[in-house]
């Protein structure tokens, strides 16, 4: 049995709809449409913002991690920071973390010792944060050490 071949269609330009005109919109930036993953809070002071001291706090070092052995200052009372420079140093059993002061100041107390543990988010210091106090802190004479 010979199966019949289907006429072709015939196409014809005069009975296609016709054309839409599309308009394109501006949409707004992708940055605005997409929300942040999470809130970080503000952790870096603004040199205006000197005066007050400001704790510094034992940082995250890891999911697992909860506590750390201070075991050296590198800075200490009265003396001058620059912004990310290097205030202690806190040992795990796992890595060695340097604690940064988060903005130029003036470290003004301390209040954990080398060779104490200290939990993750403890105080260990109290910071006078701004170029003002920075300036000041470095002008100041130190005593001498015997």
Not at 1 to 24: E, F, G, V, Y
Not at 68 to 96: H, N, P, R, S, Y
Request: charged letters at 20%.
């Amino acid at each position: 049995p010979r199966l019949a071949a289907a006429p072709a269609a015939s196409l014809s330009l005069s009975s296609a709809p016709p054309l839409r005109r599309l308009s394109i919109s501006r949409s707004p930036p992708l940055a605005t449409t997409l929300a942040p993953a999470r809130q970080l809070p503000q952790r870096r002071a603004f040199s205006s913002g000197g005066g007050e001291p400001q704790v510094l706090e034992v940082p995250q070092m890891g999911e697992s991690i909860t506590e750390g052995t201070l075991v050296a200052w590198m800075k200490g009372a009265g003396d001058a920071v620059a912004e990310d420079e290097v205030v202690c140093q806190i040992e795990t059993d796992k890595i060695t973390v340097d604690v940064r002061a988060p903005a130029a100041g003036v470290i003004k107390s301390v209040s954990a010792e080398e060779g104490e543990t200290v939990a993750v988010g403890a105080p260990i210091a109290m910071i006078v944060y701004g170029a003002e106090a920075a300036a000041a802190g470095g002008k100041a004479e130190k005593p001498a050490e015997k």
